[in-house]
């Protein structure tokens, strides 16, 4: 049972037109520092953990469905 979407633990970068970037199953938002300091030059780059990896809390999502809905409360909050 998915108790809903949570805002997850994130960072955002630069400024100018957004750019998301999303992680592998096996991956945290620091693998993206070398890539996101350049792109952030450019854009406002938003990189995340997704729920139970590494900074978000709570237990993992049970399907893709729950992640797109924490990638879009997170993208809503910002």
Do not use: K, Y
Request: net charge negative.
């Amino acid at each position: 049972m998915n108790p809903g979407p949570h805002v997850l633990t994130h960072r955002v970068d630069g400024d100018g037109s957004p750019l998301l970037l999303l992680n592998g199953g096996m991956m945290s938002m620091a693998a993206w520092e070398p890539i996101a300091r350049r792109l952030a030059a450019r854009h406002r780059v938003i990189r995340c953990d997704f729920r139970g990896q590494l900074l978000s809390p709570g237990p993992p999502c049970a399907s893709m469905e729950d992640h797109a809905d924490d990638v879009a409360a997170l993208l809503d909050a910002l």
